[in-house]
């Protein structure tokens, strides 16, 4: 029988020779061991046999293939040289030991004083908040071995213990989109920035991995969720010739960001400066009643020689409500969490779950006063008007006289903004056309259809209001609206007059996909009432003042109303159609689903939202 030959895999040096000629050997028994390119490779008897000769010897250089060792039969092979075990030496277990106590390091168990501390403030940390939000398991943290580039400060040990993850915490997970019925799961991006430690400031390090997490989020259309406390840039870190740091790209990234994926960001505790910044640059932000937030802290207003402030009275969430900075405003850290799992569900597409109460349609028949000029809650009907417990409200504190939310209709999300008759009788001023222009945007960039539920007597005037630069502001409306992409849809409840109502429908009442009118609805180019005074002046200064002036008046006025009836109206074919009020939903929901993608292709946008 032939001997079998141990051939070189490739050109290397032989660097052990394990067996000698007569030596029996099991199958699997290691024979060589061979070095190439600064890598052991290993040769083993692929069957039972004894060795016969050996072609080389211990620093040879052999090429590929060429013979090492000769095996023959052997009647006894298998009780010589076994098969070689794995050599526990050269495995690298204490590397693998080191590896499992760094990362334990980074953990909130390895710093207990620490998280006493943060929950007797009432507060989570970071990786509890990620916890929460991320579906068990699903979390791939980038970056937990970092700690605060210090070293010419402090010891290397003391700073891995003391900065883990250099303060921010950032990786990628699934966020389920909150309520039963909502769409599936979703990968997302995650920064919480680590209160614990050196205050949650922007350290060279932390902006790395931020830097870093931005630019997967960008190239993956990740939506993204900050949680941003913290006391904003970092002047201590000294292990880089660094002067002011500038230069970073984080703010920037965070920017390009917009209109890709939605961006959420969180607040809880003390939000300041470069905390806050990136904050502020995201689509939607969510604050605990507990927050603080502001462009500078206490040091950096001190510093600036502006007074001697303790961190609750810079930007308490009463004042950040009320202009607008917050969007959704919330209890606690937990109801944070739950507020953005909702807002991601709106992104994330059609829910098959949904319902409404079965006398919604009928109820919307009821919720109007008789009289023309009564006030009611705008609030009730969205609320009537939407799917059950679908609705959230942005901004309820700032530009008051609109409401803006989202929601689902039948399913599908949507942005919907409303007049609010009870603030202003609803008309439009500068900070509602703030307010809107901002949330057409946010609509825009996540791909949500635009739901306009108009009654406004038009746009705000008087001096007062004009002393807020209320022209650019109004005529910005004009703006936003012929730049949407996405499809619009105009409801007229009761009032429809002058630039505001063409505003709030996106720029004119055949700028939308279609405008229906409700049968109380009245149009006019300006208020029914100063149309009136104005157009008639001549002949009400003609009559005495007293009743026979005020009877001419409600005359004119009487002929105005109707004039501006909604049926009149679409008699004209000014608008589209007179529905039923019960049947607002139906055909909200109908005009919608027959939305031409020819009309309202995104194709000059970077990115398509889904």
């Known amino acids: 029988m032939r001997p079998t030959l141990i051939r070189a895999p490739m050109a290397a040096t032989v660097v052990q020779l ?9 199958a699997g028994a ?114 937990a071995l970092a700690y605060a580039a210090q070293e010419q400060r402090r010891p290397r040990e003391e700073l891995i213990r003391q900065t883990p993850a250099d303060g921010i915490v950032t990786g990628v997970g699934e966020v389920d989109a909150g309520s039963a019925g909502e769409p599936a799961r979703r990968r997302c991006a995650v920064l919480a920035y680590d209160a614990t430690v050196l205050a949650g400031t922007q350290g060279f390090r932390s902006h790395q991995k931020t830097d870093r997490l931005l630019q997967i989020a960008a190239e993956q259309r990740l939506p993204l969720v900050l949680f941003a406390e913290g006391g904003g840039g970092r002047p201590g870190d000294s292990d880089l010739p660094i002067v002011a740091g500038l230069h970073v790209g984080t703010f920037a990234a965070l920017g390009r960001l917009a209109g890709r994926a939605p961006t959420i960001g969180i607040a809880a505790g003390r939000c300041f400066a470069g905390n806050a910044a990136l904050l502020g640059a995201c689509d939607l932000v969510i604050a605990t009643r507990a927050s603080n937030i502001g462009m500078g ?5 001190e510093g600036g020689g502006l007074g001697v402030f303790a961190p609750e009275a810079i930007g308490p969430s009463e004042v950040q409500q009320a202009n607008g900075v917050i969007d959704v405003l919330v209890d606690d850290e937990a109801q944070a969490v739950a507020a953005a799992r909702r807002c991601l569900g709106f992104w994330q597409g059609p829910s098959p779950d949904w319902h409404t109460d079965r006398d919604d349609g009928a109820a919307l028949r009821t919720l109007l006063p008789a009289q023309r000029n009564r006030v009611y809650d705008m609030r009730a009907l969205l609320q009537r008007l939407v799917d059950h417990d679908s609705l959230i409200e942005l901004q309820p504190g700032y530009g008051a006289t609109l409401i803006t939310v989202l929601a689902r209709l039948e399913g599908r999300p949507l942005a919907l903004v409303a007049s609010n008759p009870a603030h202003l009788g609803g008309a439009v001023d500068a900070e509602a056309a703030q307010k809107l222009a901002r949330f057409w945007q946010l609509a825009d960039a996540w791909g949500l259809p635009i739901v306009s539920l108009i009654d406004t007597p038009g746009f705000m005037v008087g001096p007062e209001e004009e002393a807020r630069g209320h022209v650019r502001h109004a005529s910005r409306l004009f703006v936003a609206g012929a730049r949407l992409r996405v499809p619009k849809v105009a409801l007229v409840v009761r009032r429809a007059f002058g630039l505001g109502a063409m505003a709030l429908a996106g720029g004119g009442l055949h700028e939308t996909l279609a405008t229906a009118a409700w049968p109380s609805a009245e149009f006019g180019a300006m208020g029914l009432e100063g149309a009136v005074k104005l157009g008639y002046r001549k002949e009400l200064e003609a009559q005495p003042e007293g009743a026979p002036r005020q009877a001419l008046f409600e005359r004119l006025l009487a002929e105005q109303v109707e004039r501006g009836q909604a049926i009149r109206m679409a008699e004209t074919l000014e608008i589209d159609a007179v529905i039923d009020p019960a049947d607002s939903r139906r055909w909200i929901a109908t005009v919608l689903a027959g939305a031409s993608a020819a009309r309202y292709d995104r194709s000059n946008s970077r990115e398509t939202p889904p």
């Open 18 to 26: 394990c067996v000698a000629p007569g030596d029996a050997v099991g």
């Open 30 to 143: 290691l024979l060589a061991i061979v070095e190439a390119m600064k890598m052991e490779h290993e040769l083993r008897a692929p069957a039972p046999g004894r060795v016969v000769a050996l072609r080389v010897a211990v620093g040879e250089l052999v090429a590929e293939g060429d013979t090492l060792c000769e095996l023959g039969p052997d009647a006894q092979a298998g009780t010589g040289h076994p098969p070689v075990a794995d050599d526990p030496a050269l495995m690298p277990d204490a590397r693998l030991a080191q590896s499992l106590a760094r990362h334990a390091l980074t953990l909130d168990a390895a710093r207990p004083q620490a998280m006493a501390r943060r929950h007797a403030l009432g507060l989570r940390s970071a990786r509890e908040n990620i916890a929460d939000l991320c579906a068990p398991g699903s979390f791939v943290e980038y970056g």
């Open 297 to 301: 802290g206490p040091a950096m207003v």
